[in-house]
């Protein structure tokens, strides 16, 4: 499944459009930055409340599709700029972090 097959099926908002021809491999659930840096598997789309400016770092590091802010979480102005300059694909939900997770592992396995 593509980052844009994800946007459509579940209306995410989208703060931020980056490559959304790109395939996710599986969902990444992780609100410790440190986590993962380490663990965030490549093609990932990563499921978090974290909104700040070392989250697009750590999704850059770790390569992840995209990062989908869940609960209702609002990225700030300063975010959605850095989003913009590093082109990262930046969605937003009400979902609670597990159940959008949850969608995409479905969406991705049938």
Not at 6 to 14: A, G, P, R, W
């Amino acid at each position: 499944m593509t980052v844009k097959e994800l946007i459509e099926i579940n209306q995410l908002e989208v703060i931020h459009s980056g490559d959304v021809d790109t395939e996710i491999t599986e969902p990444y659930c992780c609100d410790l930055l440190s986590v993962a840096m380490g663990n965030a598997p490549e093609g990932c789309a990563w499921c978090t409340v974290m909104a700040n400016m070392n989250t697009l770092a750590v999704a850059s590091l770790a390569d992840c599709a995209c990062i989908i802010l869940c609960c209702s979480t609002n990225a700030d102005d300063n975010m959605k700029l850095k989003a913009v300059s590093q082109d990262i694909t930046l969605l937003r939900t009400d979902k609670p972090i597990f159940d959008m997770a949850l969608a995409v592992y479905q969406q991705i396995h049938g």
